[in-house]
């Protein structure tokens, strides 16, 4: 007898403690009064005191448990409550021991199987994808390479006939237009403004390569943030002249002094502030202002490029800073993009540990901001 009782003890014990089934002790009322261990880590919370209905999601209706403990013989498949919020099925068998109701529920066997049997092939399957998938990176990676030395070489190799035409455009737009007709003149404009386009989309070209091919490198040195801004400036004044367009450089004392020791890639920083000022001059129109503004906070400065231009759709901003994305906005005398010139400012602010970005409403313009560490 002392044995029996023994055996039953360490039965009770693995039921509450370690079973892998569901287990539930119910007073007359329907009221949980105790449950295993197993039960408590499924639905992730106490569920003593709790009335039985309310650990199950009943789908067809509301539960009755007087039905439910007619047979013990029968099994009753039941949804469970569970802590991740999504419902566990289990075969249910309810004891009515007059006082007290046992509730027992387990999986079935044969479904578990199953679905075990189907992990192992969706397993093996994701295996199977992850290894094409790899395969396919490293093709598309010695593609892009190809790409990009493709591209550098190009570009090179078209640098130095693009410059010869510019060069002579330029010959002949300052020695003998007073003897052509205003036809001619048009033309040497024309061959002038198409040869600088080309000669900038090369150049942006070989960027976007050098980028791409991983060996896009900053020659950081404390540089004069505002002595980069006036060569800008000045680099730009013609384009701006030609539309009437005021440069305006709006900085106090204050920040004279903090900037004068940035530590930055000057030329690079140059590179974005002239992409960044020739686009809000191209995107003005005629008799308006574009401000430069430098600020600082703490260790950050920022530079903001505000134009009076036509604005960009909010819906469109995203695609400013996407290779080769247009939107909406119109440049005011029909200039060219290439479509590059974001990008690049981009990744050249990225590599300086910044960020750039846009802010812009339809018909009163556009700022750009990029701000970069001291």
Known sequence: MTENRSLVGVAHKYLLEQAPVFFLV???AGRITDANQYTFDLVGTDVKHQAVQDIFVDFVGVMNLSDLVKDASQTHLLHVKTFTGL??????????????????GKLDVEELEVLRKDLIFLNNELNNLTRELHKKNTELEKLNTLKNQFLGMAAHDLRKPISV????????????????????CNFLDIIQSSSMFMSRLIDEFLDVAIIESGQFELDRQPTDLLTVIQKSLT?????????????????????????????????????????LVSNAIEHSQKQTEVQIKVSHDEDIVTVAVKDEGSGIPHDELQKLFKPFEKTSAKKTAGEKSTGLGLVIANKIIEAHQGIIRVESEVGKGTTFFFSIPK
């Not at 009515?96 to 109701?101: A, H, K």
């Open 235 to 275: 680099l730009n004044d013609i384009l701006a002249e030609k539309k009437e367009i005021k440069l305006f450089l709006i900085c106090d004392e204050e920040i004279s002094q903090v900037v004068h020791d940035v530590m930055m890639d000057g030329p690079k920083i140059e590179q974005v502030l002239n992409n």
């Open 165 to 184: 035409i510019q060069s002579y455009s330029e010959f002949l737009i300052d020695e003998i237009t007073s003897g052509l007709s205003e036809e001619h």
């Open 87 to 104: 419902p566990q099925t289990f075969y249910f068998n309810f004891f009515d021991l007059g006082e007290q109701t046992l509730v027992c």
């Open 26 to 28: 119910l007073d007359q």
